[in-house]
């Protein structure tokens, strides 16, 4: 989809005016690079006079958006604090009604009592119960809960609103950079370095953090939902389930649906917040781990191949690297078959003792010992505390592990505390650094971690082959459902919805491992080549549930209900329109049927006629040169058989609308240019020569591709297109899942012990005949050894294979343990046996 048209769809109409102006900007270019006198083309005067509109389209984005956002941080605060004053008065009321039930007052007491709450709830307080609004003396329970479904709609605009401006940042980011690069092709000068860190630096609109925006409004969100009365309890409890199935699943999410999907989870679980007194920062999100292994990456493999007993060992803390508590960690894989469950367990330690720790000249016996006395701790948790850290230890000291590679992130988590039924977090700016030494750098030095990186994403001074910053974000929901119990119906959706891709088993350790060391990597996780080729960013289904509506008593419509539909704007506003230039109409067209192209292109019947005829004539003529090079064996464009497909170019997208499988994309990118009358001259002129004729203005076709979602003009997204063929790197291996477990052991062994039973048996039938017949019975001897050769040849081919499948199983190799060859070597071998024998005797007779 072109640029224009996009932002033409997805603005809000309310802040038209705030949006860039991208209409005015491209003007700008067009009218001087493409006049006909040289003294009008663009100068340096036309440089700066764009440069200086540029700047102020910056300055006035980033004005809107921090006044949006502190107004929208207020009315969220004012309707909070509205919430609590209902709630107060409406308490109060309650309880008074309590009181007068067992113990009627007098008159004037409860004129007076009903004056009281009849100023609460009027708003009688300022400080709190500012904007609630009733002239009645008394408030009854349908009253109140219509207050209450009144309020949630404002929620819901609220929401939308966020959303709203969260796109809008997007938006406009997106209509800067592509306005520089159109610049920048177009005039010869040269802005886009300058911009990015003059300009863009100055005025880092889009690097808003909207994470303390969504805190509050779903701290608001469950106010509401609640009837203020929010539940309350601790966050890692399970509840009360006695028996429950627990399945974890991680999603990757493109950046684009982050602020969606976390405005669609906060309307059915809250915003975790462990210390809700203390104002959100954006370090509280903060999360770093550094993972250790050795440099035969023992630990990566094990968890790679998800092998019995694998261990990951980690450091992690909390916000800022100046937090004084650190905590060791240790994750143990458990195969389903031994009936136990993957463990995480964890202890504490001081940061300034981590060092002392990992060398082996710090024990924590005795500080476990100091919790004991101080009841913070009881012995028995102490005795495992103090079994794990041992355990540790020895882990790091005998296998000889050291930091490799640290991670961080930024995480919302979603739950309603007291109840981890449902449990969501989402990861987001995810980093993995190097922390290793094995090329020959000391990275952290004499220390356990790197001290040159902090929480400052995205670790600029950080050299490229030192990081990877992943590109998406990551999702994992955690469900923990009765037996038999379904998830819930909006999880379902969530998951089902453009939102997400599913990648389970997705590790931050093994993608950084994989991604950071490759010289010491053979084998890689399965998502790595989806990772290098793909764009998981798919098209919205417009009927899909998870879509951000404004409540339908909204006065005005809003992009958040955005489809591929645009949206109208109101009477009062002008309607955006992209500059249109030469060859880029609208290719709007392409998505109806040709019948009415006529009439709706506003076209005479005989332009329309010519059109179809030289678009015929295209198609023959490229037909005949794809035929004409399969005959000379040369690779065409044209031949469907040897074009790359869609997912060969990465891309997931679906088949373009009205191509011949004959032509190559490129042609329909211009196919509206075709009903230009001059077009269709210079087409019909060129019938005898091989050159394609250009059509209208292919750079500017080019430039207004939506590149950033790789979405070609005519791209349908109805359709997709999927592919599970990926091909790893050179050198590299895609591991491969393999489920091992005992009773695959015992298959082999039982299969081994068939063959040799047969292989005793016809031992046995050779040995027979060896003793009961006559020495001189050329004839018995002969079959006596077919028989012996048989038996030696199983008992080889079923140790040989049995040997095989054993080294394949321990390696957890996904090869084909079918056997289809051995068993018909075996009966062919018997047979002719079998024959030599009977031939042999017929010829005695």
């Known amino acids: 989809m072109k640029f224009g048209q996009r932002i033409r769809t997805s603005l809000y109409p309310e802040w038209q005016e705030k949006y860039l102006d991208y209409n005015g900007l491209k003007k700008d270019l067009k009218s001087k690079t493409r006049s006909a006198y040289p003294d009008e083309r663009w100068d340096d005067n036309d440089e700066r006079e764009f440069v200086n509109k540029l ?29 609590h004053g209902l709630v107060k008065a409406y308490d109060a009321r309650q309880h008074h009604d309590d009181d007068a039930d067992d113990d009627k007052p007098s008159a004037s007491r409860l004129e007076a009592q009903d004056g009281e709450d009849a100023a609460a709830l009027d708003g009688g307080s300022d400080d709190e119960d500012e904007g609630v609004d009733d002239d009645d003396d008394t408030r009854s329970e349908a009253s109140y809960d219509e207050t209450f479904k009144d309020m949630e709609e404002e929620v819901a605009t609220l929401v939308a609103d966020v959303h709203d401006l969260a796109l809008y940042t997007k938006l406009n980011f997106t209509g800067f950079m592509k306005i520089v690069k159109k610049h920048d092709k177009v005039t010869g000068y040269t802005l886009k370095p300058e911009f990015s860190s003059d300009y863009l630096d100055k005025h880092p609109f889009y690097k808003y953090n909207y994470d303390g925006l969504i805190v509050k409004l779903s701290r608001l969100f469950d106010l509401v939902r609640t009837r203020g009365h929010p539940i309350e309890g601790d966050s890692a409890a399970g509840g ?43 370090k509280d999100a903060a999360i770093t781990s550094i993972y250790f292994d050795n440099e035969d990456l023992e630990l990566y493999l094990g968890r790679l191949e998800k092998t019995e007993g694998a261990e990951a060992i980690r450091l992690r803390w909390y916000g800022d690297v100046d937090q004084k508590m650190i905590f060791v960690e240790r994750k143990t894989h458990r195969e389903d078959w031994t009936g136990e469950k993957s463990v995480k367990a964890r202890f504490g330690i001081a940061e300034h003792k981590v060092n002392d720790f990992i060398a082996g000249r710090l024990t924590m016996d005795a500080e476990f010992d100091e919790l004991v006395k101080k009841g913070k701790k009881s012995a028995k948790e102490v005795e495992g505390m103090k079994q794990l850290a041992n355990e540790v230890q ?83 929901v955690k469900l923990q459902t009765q037996l038999g119990q379904e998830p819930p119906d909006w999880i379902r959706d969530l998951i089902a919805s453009h939102l997400v891709e599913a990648v389970p088993k997705f590790s931050k350790f093994i993608h950084g491992c994989a991604t950071l060391l490759p010289e010491r990597v053979e084998l890689i996780p399965y998502w790595a080549p989806q990772y290098e080729k793909t764009d998981i960013k798919k098209p919205v289904n417009p009927k899909s549930k998870v879509q951000i509506e404004r409540p339908h008593s909204a006065a005005h419509s809003s992009a958040s209900n955005n489809t591929s539909i645009p949206t109208s704007p109101t009477p009062s506003q002008p309607a955006y329109y992209e500059p249109v230039s030469e060859g880029e109409d609208d290719d709007e067209y392409l998505t109806h049927t040709a019948s009415d192209e006529a009439r709706r292109l506003g076209l005479p019947p005989d332009a329309h006629s010519q059109a179809e005829a030289a678009k015929q004539f295209r198609e023959n003529k490229l037909r005949e040169e794809a035929e004409r090079a399969r005959a000379n064996g040369e690779e065409s464009d044209e031949d469907p058989a040897r074009r790359p497909s869609v997912s060969q170019k990465g891309k997931q997208y679906g088949p373009r609308l009205d191509i011949d499988p004959l032509q190559p994309s490129s042609a329909f990118d211009k196919k509206l240019s075709l009903l230009d009358p001059k077009s269709m001259q210079k087409l019909f002129k060129a019938k005898d020569s091989q050159d394609q004729p250009k059509y209208g203005d292919e750079e500017d076709d080019e430039e207004e591709e939506d590149e950033e979602h790789g979405e070609p003009a005519n791209y349908d997204p109805n359709r997709v297109e999927y592919t599970r063929e990926f091909q790893a790197p050179d050198g590299k291996r895609i591991a491969t899942m393999v489920r091992i477990e005992p009773k695959v052991f015992f298959a082999n062994e039982r299969t081994f ?83 030599v024998n009977v031939i042999l005797r017929l010829k005695e007779l």
Request: aromatic share 10%; proline share 4%.
């Open 753 to 835: 012990l068939k063959w040799l039973g047969f292989a005793v048996l016809l031992a046995g039938v050779a040995t027979t005949l060896l003793n009961f017949i006559h020495v001189e019975d050329t004839v018995g001897l002969i079959s006596a050894g077919c028989f012996t050769f048989t038996s030696l040849l199983a008992l080889l081919y079923a140790g040989g294979m049995y040997a095989y499948r054993v080294v394949k199983l321990r390696k957890r190799e996904a090869i084909n343990y079918h056997d289809p060859y051995g068993p018909t070597a075996l009966c062919v071998t018997l047979i002719a046996s079998i024959l």
């Open 55 to 83: 700047e102020k389209e910056l300055e006035k984005c980033e004005e809107f958006q921090l006044t949006k956002a502190e107004e929208l941080s207020e009315r969220i605060e004012s309707l909070e604090k509205t919430v």
């Open 394 to 476: 020895y882990a790091i000291i005998t296998r000889r592990l050291k930091p490799v590679m640290r991670s961080f992130y930024n995480r919302t988590a979603f739950q309603l505390p007291g109840d981890a039924r449902v449990r969501i977090s989402l990861d987001t700016e995810l980093t993995m650094v190097r922390e290793d030494d094995f090329d020959g750098k000391p990275r952290a030095g004499n220390n356990w971690r790197r001290t040159d990186i902090g929480i400052d994403y995205p670790f600029e001074q950080l050299p490229k082959e030192d990081k990877e910053l992943f590109r998406y974000a990551v999702l994992e």
């Open 240 to 282: 009360s389930q006695n028996a429950f199935v627990r399945s974890t699943t991680k999603y990757w999410v493109h950046e684009d649906n982050i602020i969606h999907l976390k405005l669609n989870i906060l309307k059915h679980l809250p915003v975790l917040v462990f210390n809700p007194k203390k104002p959100f920062e954006a």
